[in-house]
């Protein structure tokens, strides 16, 4: 079967975003910041918006609540990030960077605003807009999943889909 790729596109787009994750805590180690690098929406997000809970960090960010948690915590512990009881419900906590933390929450800032630039010209180079795209991408497979697509193409699988 010569027209099948492989790697397929999900395995291509996890393989880049590691290539970014693994270049981005370089660039981080090199430069002397101490917050591990999968952290970083947490700051822009806690720095651009002020304390959050994890609920409304999630959402923002949009990764699951309890990777969020976990990445806070430890954080939490060394003093970069502060927790304390949310003043409107008391059973949920907000987080915020630390008065300690700060110098370095905005030199981490400075420099994610200098990777926008390093990011627009890499689409130029390539001739993309990856992230509008990737965002395209997003807002098409929240419209209508991969399983929907496959089947509306291929009414042959609507067949064998598994009740649940």
């Not at 699951?64 to 409107?88: A, H, I, M, W, Y």
């Not at 059973?91 to 926008?116: N, Q």
């Not at 395209?136 to 929907?148: G, I, P």
Request: with cysteine; charged share 25%; aromatic share 8%.
């Amino acid at each position: 079967m010569s027209d099948i790729r492989s790697p397929q596109f999900g395995a291509i787009l996890f393989r880049a975003t590691e290539l970014i994750s693994i270049q981005g805590a370089e660039v981080f180690d090199q430069l002397g910041i101490s917050l591990h690098a999968n952290k970083i929406s947490i700051v822009l997000a806690l720095y651009t918006k002020g304390a959050m809970s994890s609920t409304e960090l999630s959402k923002h960010i949009g990764i699951s609540r309890q990777v969020l948690e976990n990445r806070l915590k430890g954080s939490v512990k060394d003093g970069f990030f502060t927790s304390s009881p949310d003043g409107k419900d008391s059973r949920k906590r907000v987080y915020d960077i630390s008065a300690a933390a700060r110098p370095e929450a905005e030199r981490i800032v400075a420099i994610m605003k200098d990777f926008e630039h390093v990011y627009d010209v890499m689409w130029q180079e390539i001739g993309i807009d990856l992230e509008q795209g990737v965002k395209l991408m997003e807002r098409a497979l929240n419209r209508q999943s991969l399983l929907y697509r496959l089947c509306d193409k291929f009414p042959k699988y609507n067949e064998e889909l598994i009740e649940t």
